[in-house]
C-alpha cells in the first residue's frame, strides 16, 4: 500500500534508546534526530573553531531524552556546556551511541569536527 503525505506526516519514527551510564548513577535515553535536526547540529558548528570544539557535547545535547523523548536541554549552548564538563571517556561512550543512533557516518563527523588542517593551510601565508 502507498502511503499518503498525511501519513509519512503522521508516523512516529523516533527512535528512542536507553543507555547505561554507571559513572552518572544510572542511565539516559538518546533519540534519533529529525533530518532538519541533524542538518542544525552541522550548521551550528560550521565555521567557529570553539564550536567544533564541543561538536560531541552538542550532538548528545541535542540527542539526549527522557523516557518520552523530551529533549533534557533545551538550551543547546548551555546542554553543550554542562556536557563539557563531564568525564570525557564517558561522553565519548555517550557521544558514540548518539552517532549509532543516528546513523551519522564517518564522513558527516570528519566535516563536522574539523578540517582543521585545510583551515590552517588555508590562512598560512604561501612563499
Known amino acids: 500500500m502507498s502511503l499518503t503525505a498525511e501519513q509519512i506526516d503522521q508516523a512516529t519514527d523516533i527512535r528512542i534508546e ?10 539516559v535515553y538518546l533519540r534519533t534526530l529529525s533530518a532538519r535536526q541533524v542538518i542544525e547540529w552541522q550548521q551550528s558548528i560550521d565555521d567557529d573553531k570553539a564550536k567544533k570544539a564541543s561538536f560531541r557535547e552538542r550532538l548528545v545535547a541535542m540527542a539526549i531524552c527522557n523516557e518520552g523523548g523530551i ?9 553543550a556546556d554542562r556536557l563539557g564538563k563531564r568525564n570525557n571517556t564517558v561522553l565519548h561512550r555517550v557521544f558514540t551511541k548518539a552517532v549509532e543512533v543516528n546513523r551519522i557516518n564517518d564522513m558527516s ?8 588542517d585545510a583551515t590552517q593551510s588555508d590562512s598560512s601565508p604561501s612563499d
Open 18 to 27: 536507553k543507555i547505561s551510564v554507571p559513572e552518572w548513577g544510572g542511565h
Open 109 to 116: 563527523i570528519a566535516d563536522v569536527a574539523g578540517n582543521s
Open 71 to 79: 529533549p533534557l536541554y533545551a538550551d543547546l549552548v548551555d546542554g
